[in-house]
């Protein structure tokens, strides 16, 4: 069934329509479920596509492709066969990248407090040495990200995410007055939380804008690389290239994970970037650490084996995702289409939709959903400091349950959404529900 718009009926139809969702609601919410659809995780039948990692390199299989013994120190770059599998994927050729820890993430805080601590190429000093230190923080964004910067007291700016990126006049307005803003999260395919996908021209905006900061900083985290939901491998302009094109080389960090490609915590993770910014990465993490895990990395390459093996593997991915990501999208379609009360993309990757209702409904949405036992992402974690200032935009994680389960849930978040929203309406109205 169908809903109309809303804003535009009459109060007594809209009461009428609340009366009929609140019935739904409450025959969904007795049906006491537990549903989780709050974090980005692979599922087990997922993680069992990359089973074969557990047998390998073997016993007999530790030398790579130079004649290195992995199971000794060194090696700090990564594998070099490993780096060329990766390097296609994320815009760089092997030399200027790194092969790090099990976690992109970890290399984000690390390059994070290696330019505090030390400054990064081209500061003037250590950025702890500056009076402020603020990141742009475009929004809907992902809630480690500004984790980082609050842990580090680095001010967050929040800057709109449209679906082609974020809004580049804004951007360009801030990096271009402000030389305190050092750096500027990005996600740009198949962002978490709301699937937006960055455009060529932001690309390109972003890599040749002019920055009041000498030694600004996109943190590129193209964790979503190759998690592609539809034919359509989509691919973004290298903003490596772009930045060195644009005579700005060493701009972009880039990072990325195999942590939802293999084993999510025992997979491989990336640093990419200009020549002596990987220079200058490599010199603060050999202070860290004598080499990397050079067999995880060796039984990736056994695993993988090239980059068309590894996109393969991304096809098997998908044929279990893409369902579940398409049992949400239909729900809230069926239920929320044409209401006006919410709104969403559908995405073509990634892990995350994210539902925007009515300004002022977020948490109480999610309170509902909770109530009537679906678990949600809670309301402004999708913002730095857990701070949505208009209380509008949820993120649904629907990959770790099985289809039959999201089928379920994602009916409980449009049917939650939906009495959330009319009674807001109703509300506005002078009527009390
Ligand atoms: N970046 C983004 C945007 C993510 O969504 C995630 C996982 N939820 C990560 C990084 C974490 O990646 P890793 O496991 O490589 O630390």
Redesign the pocket.
């Known amino acids: 069934r169908s809903v109309p718009q809303l804003q535009s009926l009459s109060t007594a139809d809209l009461s009428s329509i609340l009366q009929d969702v609140q019935r739904r609601y409450d025959a969904f919410r007795q049906r006491a479920l537990a549903l989780d659809l709050t974090r980005?995780k692979p599922a087990s039948e997922q993680l069992d596509l990359s089973s074969a990692l557990l047998g390998l390199p073997g016993e007999d299989d530790f030398l790579a492709a130079d004649k290195t013994d992995t199971r000794n120190y060194g090696v700090l770059q990564g594998l070099p066969e490993l780096r060329a599998l990766l390097a296609p994927l994320f815009g760089t050729v092997p030399v200027q990248m790194v092969i790090g820890d099990n976690?992109?993430?970890?290399l984000m805080h690390d390059a994070i407090a290696y330019s505090l601590l030390k400054g990064t190429v081209g500061s003037e000093r250590p950025w702890v040495r500056e009076p402020r230190v603020a990141f742009l923080c475009p929004v809907p964004g992902?809630d480690?990200h500004f984790s980082i910067c609050q842990d580090f007291g680095i001010e967050m700016i929040p800057v709109p995410l449209n679906a082609d990126g974020p809004d580049m006049d804004v951007v360009e307005r801030l990096v271009g007055e402000d030389a305190a803003i050092k750096g500027m999260w990005c996600?740009p395919k198949y962002s978490?939380p709301s699937g937006a996908v960055y455009s060529d021209a932001v690309v390109e905006r972003l890599a040749a804008m002019t920055t009041a900061a000498p030694d600004f900083r996109i943190f590129w985290?193209n964790?979503y690389a190759v998690h592609h939901l539809t034919d359509e491998r989509i691919e973004i302009p290298s903003l490596i290239d772009a930045c060195a094109r644009h005579g700005h080389p060493h701009r972009a960090f880039v990072f990325g994970?195999t942590?939802k490609v293999t084993l999510?915590?025992a997979?491989v993770?990336l640093f990419a970037s200009s020549a002596e910014n990987v220079k200058w990465f490599l010199g603060r993490m050999g202070k860290r650490s004598i080499g990397g895990d050079k067999v995880n990395q060796l039984r990736h390459v056994r695993a993988l084996r090239d980059t068309a093996g590894l996109l393969a593997l991304m096809d098997r991915h998908r044929a279990i995702v893409a369902p579940k990501f398409a049992a949400v999208a239909d729900a809230f379609a069926a239920h929320l289409g044409g209401t006006g009360v919410a709104s969403w993309l559908v995405p073509k990757g990634g892990?995350f939709i994210s539902l925007d209702v009515l300004d002022g409904c977020a948490r109480d949405f999610v309170k509902a959903a909770k109530d009537a036992g679906v678990e949600l992402t809670p309301a402004g974690a999708t913002h730095p400091l857990g701070q949505d200032p208009h209380d509008r935009t949820v993120r649904i994680a629907p990959t770790f349950p099985d289809l039959a389960t999201v089928k379920v849930a994602a009916e409980g978040v449009a049917l939650s959404a939906l009495l959330v929203t009319t009674s807001a309406l109703l509300a506005g109205r002078g009527v009390t529900t």
């Open positions: 980005g976690s992109s993430l970890a992902y480690r996600v978490n985290d964790a994970s942590s999510a915590g997979g993770a892990y």
